[in-house]
């Protein structure tokens, strides 16, 4: 039986801390009731250690996560060992890692706003929206051209889930916008939110709210 723990960052220092020092294995076993196999033993499983990601998680995150139990392997059965008690599969989906891989150089150019195209449901997406926010760039995370509303108001939604809608979002001046979008995003949903953009500058450059240039 193939045994396994799904865990995120701060669960995996849960994880890698009783495989140092053990523990209570009737807590760890109700931490962990929803999202490990039956017969799961972290006395003896926690031997071995296979890290498999979501496909559409960041590739960052689970390198992060499988140093932390490689560590921890190399430790406790030597570098020598290591092939025997510790595997790493890569299933992170490759459109999707294109796309993670174009934003992380994205973020780096000079860009005053970026938007982020894609379901709000898509994780893939959501991941995009977090680079941006990691970046500090002001980022609009939109599944739909009705988000960019008449009177320079935008509706969108955090990487976090929240849901926010600001007024004003397009500045005044020349701006540069960044666009990006989830891996199953129809080009022409990206098309009608640009288009959307440019309408709603046109509108408030005609009513002379303020001067977008994009």
């Not at 020092?21 to 807590?27: P, Q, R």
């Not at 997406?125 to 009705?146: C, F, M, N």
Request: charged share 25%; aromatic share 8%; glycine share 8%.
């Amino acid at each position: 039986m193939i045994s396994g723990v799904n865990c995120g960052s701060m669960q995996a220092e849960y994880v890698t801390n009783y495989m140092r020092n053990g523990g209570d294995k009737a807590e760890f076993r109700e931490k962990f009731k929803n999202s490990m196999s039956k017969d799961f033993d972290p006395d003896t499983d926690l031997d071995f250690i296979g890290v498999a990601n979501q496909t559409t998680m960041l590739r960052s995150e689970t390198e992060e996560i499988g140093k932390h139990f490689e560590k921890v392997i190399m430790e406790k059965f030597g570098v020598e060992n290591l092939p025997d008690h510790f595997k790493v599969l890569d299933t992170i989906c490759d459109a999707t890692q294109e796309r993670q891989d174009a934003m992380f150089d994205l973020v780096k150019q000079d860009i005053d706003i970026m938007l982020v195209v894609g379901g709000h449901n898509s994780s893939n997406t959501s991941h995009l929206q977090e680079i941006a926010e990691h970046a500090g760039l002001k980022s609009y995370w939109v599944d739909r051209p009705t988000c960019i509303k008449p009177g320079n108001i935008i509706s969108y939604k955090m990487s976090d889930g929240t849901d926010v809608t600001t007024e004003n979002w397009l500045p005044e001046g020349p701006i540069t916008v960044g666009v990006t979008s989830g891996a199953s995003t129809p080009d022409s949903v990206v098309e009608d939110c640009l288009e959307a953009i440019f309408a709603q500058a046109q509108d408030l450059r005609t009513n002379g709210a303020v001067m977008p240039q994009l």
